[in-house]
């Protein structure tokens, strides 16, 4: 069964400065993705990474895959406090041809002024 | 492109009720995902389906849960007699060629059972 853990599960941190959240995923996958949720509403895609070394930047955002040692990760420069939301990575289960994404718990992340 | 819609946004049924949740995909896409999230929980894969078929619906609970997508019309979750521990919310996901170019998400259904 695969199992993908995120951590930290809560972050309060200060704007300005820098952070990492990391993903861990238990089996091989093609395919993992970082979404962000508000409170109350879906989930908005941020990132799809497909490759071993794929690096994806969109503004303060930055994703990482590293499909040997089943690891991604988003790190986040100079904070502002729109970035505050709730993270989450999610990997295709790719089972036998028969696909859906399993997500991690999320990253809660608070930015303060 | 109005995007993956849900409806209804919020819905409250009473123990024992049924619960119909509505998904239409992005135009162009065939395959629909629905997904559970619980309170400070991420989002558990219930069940893949693509028109008129179920192809995966490993993450279904066995009893009172299903899932349609038929040929015309939207795909429909349905939860009969519904218990509290049902209280989630409930999204829907599309995607074309299984998800190689993502997943888009609707807005999800709230559904409360009192």
């Known amino acids: 069964e695969l199992k993908v853990e995120q951590n930290p599960l809560f972050l309060s941190m200060q704007e300005g400065k820098n952070y990492t959240i990391y993903c861990n995923y238990s089996?091989?996958?093609?395919?993992l993705y970082w979404y962000r949720q508000d409170p109350g509403k879906s989930l908005e895609s941020l990132f799809v990474?497909?490759?071993?070394?794929a690096v994806k930047q969109e503004g303060r955002l930055m994703a990482s895959l590293d499909t040997k040692a089943r690891l991604s990760t988003l790190h986040i420069t100079a904070a502002v406090h729109d970035l505050s939301a709730t993270y989450f990575c999610?990997?295709?289960?790719?089972?036998?041809?028969?696909?859906?994404?399993?997500f991690g718990k999320g990253t809660h992340l608070i930015i303060q002024p | 492109n109005a995007g993956v819609m849900q409806n209804p946004r919020h819905l409250v049924r009473r123990r024992g009720q049924e619960a119909r949740l509505r998904c239409s995909p992005m135009?162009?896409?065939?395959?629909v995902y629905w997904y559970r999230q619980l309170p400070e929980e991420g989002l558990k894969f219930m069940v893949y389906?693509?028109?008129?078929?179920?192809?995966?619906e490993s993450g279904m609970p066995k009893e009172r849960f299903s899932a349609e997508f038929p040929k015309e019309g939207p795909s429909i979750l349905r939860i009969q007699q519904v218990v509290r521990g049902d209280s989630a919310a409930y999204f829907c996901?599309?995607?074309?060629?299984?998800?190689?170019?993502?997943?888009?998400f609707g807005s999800g259904t709230r559904l409360t059972v009192v």
């Open positions: 135009k162009g896409h065939s395959h």
């Open positions: 389906l693509q028109k008129e078929n179920i192809i995966d």
């Open positions: 990474l497909l490759s071993n070394g």
């Open positions: 996901a599309s995607s074309r060629d299984r998800g190689h170019y993502g997943y888009t």
């Open positions: 999610a990997v295709d289960m790719n089972r036998g041809g028969a696909d859906g994404l399993t």
């Open positions: 089996t091989t996958s093609d395919r």
